[in-house]
T-cell receptor, first 116, second 114 residues
Framework: DVKVTQSSRYLVKRTGEKVFLECVQD?????MFWYRQDPGLGLRLIYF???????EKGDIPEGYSVSREKKERFSLILESASTNQTSMYLC???????????????FGDGTRLSIL | AQSVSQHNHHVILSEAASLELGCNYS??????LFWYVQYPGQHLQLLLK??????LVKGIKGFEAEFIKSKFSFNLRKPSVQWSDTAEYFC????????????FGPGTSLSVIP
């Protein structure tokens, strides 16, 4: 069974701090994603990566950066945390699609981040 | 911009009632389609998916969804809900020309009353 592990379930940080959220998957998936989940807004894509050292901006990349130095690990970085970044952050991974099937995403349990 | 909309923010049903949750997307090309479910306190998991072929797809726990290309819709249905179906449901779209990007709808919260 696919396991996507996020380093923290709950995190509290202060405004202006640099924050690192870590995600590790154990299924050798090419694609990894970071979303934030807010009530009434669903999941909004921040960044995704389709290979090591490769990244693409999602719909709301402002204030965030990512790092993928190894295939199994995808890090989300809040360069200077602000209160409007208080949210639930979800990491996901999946295999790349091929001609014969589409691949679902596998999600971690989420990190509830509070910025004070 | 590409988007996914879900018709209802919150649905309340009694057990044994029938369920239909609406999903529409704005992308005009070929798409892969998904429904995910998030039970209270748990991570998101796949309910069902559409790739090609029969537009009526069946998923886990008695759920099914119908893809209507002309309406850009992928509605989720279940003939008789149970209290254990209480959860948040998300529709998601993956444009086939953008293999790696998956766009989620805002979600529908379903509460089933025993």
């Amino acid at each position: 069974d696919v396991k996507v592990t996020q380093s923290s379930r709950y995190l509290v940080k202060r405004t202006g701090e640099k924050v690192f959220l870590e995600c590790v998957q154990d299924m050798d998936h090419e694609n990894m994603f970071w979303y934030r989940q807010d009530p009434g807004l669903g999941l909004r894509l921040i960044y995704f990566s389709y290979d090591v050292k490769m990244k693409e901006k999602g719909d709301i990349p402002e204030g965030y950066s990512v790092s993928r130095e190894k295939k199994e690990r995808f890090s989300l970085i809040l360069e200077s945390a602000s209160t409007n970044q208080t949210s639930m952050y979800l990491c996901a991974s999946r295999n790349r699609d091929n001609t014969y099937s589409n691949q679902p995403q596998h999600f971690g349990d989420g990190t509830r981040l509070s910025i004070l | 911009a590409q988007s996914v909309s879900q018709h209802n923010h919150h649905v309340i049903l009694s057990e044994a009632a029938s369920l239909e949750l609406g999903c529409n997307y704005s992308y005009g090309g070929t798409v892969n389609l998904f429904w995910y479910v998030q039970y209270p306190g748990q991570h998101l998991q796949l309910l069902l998916k559409y790739f090609s072929g029969d537009p009526l797809v069946k998923g886990i726990k008695g759920f099914e969804a119908e893809f209507i290309k002309s309406k850009f819709s992928f509605n989720l249905r279940k003939p008789s809900v149970q209290w254990s179906d209480t959860a948040e449901y998300f529709c998601a779209v993956n444009p086939k020309t953008s293999y790696d990007k998956v766009i989620f709808g805002p979600g529908t919260s379903l509460s089933v009353i025993p």
